[in-house]
Every structure is written in C-alpha cells, then in structure tokens.
C-alpha cells in the first residue's frame, strides 16, 4: 500500500512537476505540507478543513 500525491492535480498547479509517494497517509501530508510551504509560500497552518478534505480527494492509495 503506498499514498501518492501529484501536484499539478490541484487547480493551476498544472506545471508544477512535485510528485510524492509515501508508505503512509500521515507521511504524505507531512510531504504535501512540506512541499506546499517551500515551493508555494504556502501556510499549511492556515488550511482549513475544507482546504484538506479537497487535497484527500486527490490522494490516491493503492
Ligand atoms: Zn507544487
């Protein structure tokens, strides 16, 4: 079982080449965060649930 997570699946993140795979869920959100504050200036800490129920439905397991 792995957990992936493609950016340029967000809306108007099409170029954005980060692509990350993971053993866990919890793994991968620490990555997708990660990502998301160093290549995007982004405040994780400022996502609300909303924000994160949209990024799981573009998680895919399997
Ligand atoms: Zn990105």
Redesign the pocket.
């Known amino acids: 079982m792995a957990y992936s997570y493609a950016?340029?699946d967000?809306p108007e993140?099409e170029t954005?080449?980060?692509q990350f795979v993971a053993e866990t869920e919890g793994e991968l959100w620490k990555l997708i965060e990660l990502?998301?504050s160093i290549?995007?200036g982004e405040d994780p800490g400022e996502w609300s649930d909303d924000d994160r129920q949209y990024l799981k439905t573009l998680i895919k397991s399997g």
């Open positions: 950016c340029k967000y993140m954005c080449p980060g990502h998301a290549a995007h």
